[in-house]
């Protein structure tokens, strides 16, 4: 069974840092590309950046609203997804989801329960 | 960057009654998936590549489109079908539309 647990989030003040995770089992850790894609409370959602399968060197590409300030990485011997975030910002408050990620053309097919982050004094 | 203009925002329907939401895209783009979220939920695949039904999710589902404009349509809605969907795509990047939220009468 497929099973995707982000952890981390909280309360962090603006321009402070948090760190997320996501816990995977289930699936080859390594053959599949990461997403981490989050939703403001009663918002749409927005895909954040991915990073890529062993095949595809690991290589990472974020959207433009959280480039230079968030890094995904991820611990492919504890199949374990991350994402770094920096220089936070009241409107990065949301709850954030990891999701298997196909990459090319395939749909992001699996997603974690979410965790909620808030950015607040 | 593709945007990705959902209609309507809010829909309501009968049980019973057969619907389509729409996805149209600033660019063309080759595939579209879409995604169901109920309230308090994850998101959930239900179709991906523009027409292909994701695994346990039922045959009343189906969608089509191509180019700059996509659909989903759901047959006879049930009672379970109130939630949020989004369509998706990644011809260029990763996007999502904004949603439409349906509602059952």
């Known amino acids: 069974e497929v099973k995707l647990v982000e952890s981390g989030g909280g309360l962090v003040q603006p321009g402070g840092s948090l760190r997320l995770s996501c816990a995977t089992s289930?699936?080859?850790?390594?053959?599949?590309?990461m997403s981490w894609v989050r939703q403001p409370p009663g918002k749409a959602l927005e895909w954040l950046g991915f990073i890529r399968n062993k095949a595809n060197g690991y290589t990472t590409e974020y959207s433009a609203s959280v480039k230079g300030r968030f890094t995904i990485s991820r611990d492919n011997s504890q199949s374990i997804l991350y994402l770094q975030m920096n220089t936070l910002r009241a409107e990065d408050s949301a709850t954030y989801y990891c999701?298997?990620?196909?990459?090319?053309?395939?749909?992001?097919?699996?997603w974690g329960q979410g965790t909620s982050v808030t950015v607040s004094s | 960057q593709i945007v990705l203009t959902q209609s309507p925002a809010i829909m309501s329907a009968s049980l019973g009654e057969e619907i389509t939401l729409t996805c149209s895209a600033s660019?063309?783009?080759?595939?579209m998936h879409w995604y169901q979220q109920k309230s308090g939920t994850s998101p959930k695949l239900l179709i991906y590549s523009t027409s292909n039904l994701a695994s346990g999710v039922p045959s009343r589902f189906s969608g089509s489109g191509s180019g700059t404009f996509y659909s989903l349509t759901i047959s006879s809605v049930e009672a379970e079908d109130a939630a949020d969907y989004y369509c998706?795509?990644?011809?260029?990047?990763?996007?999502f539309g904004g949603g439409t939220k349906l509602e059952i009468k």
């Open positions: 660019s063309s783009v080759s595939y």
């Open positions: 999701a298997r990620d196909g990459g090319g053309n395939y749909a992001m097919d699996y």
């Open positions: 998706h795509q990644w011809s260029s990047y990763r996007t």
């Open positions: 289930g699936f080859t850790f390594t053959d599949y590309y």
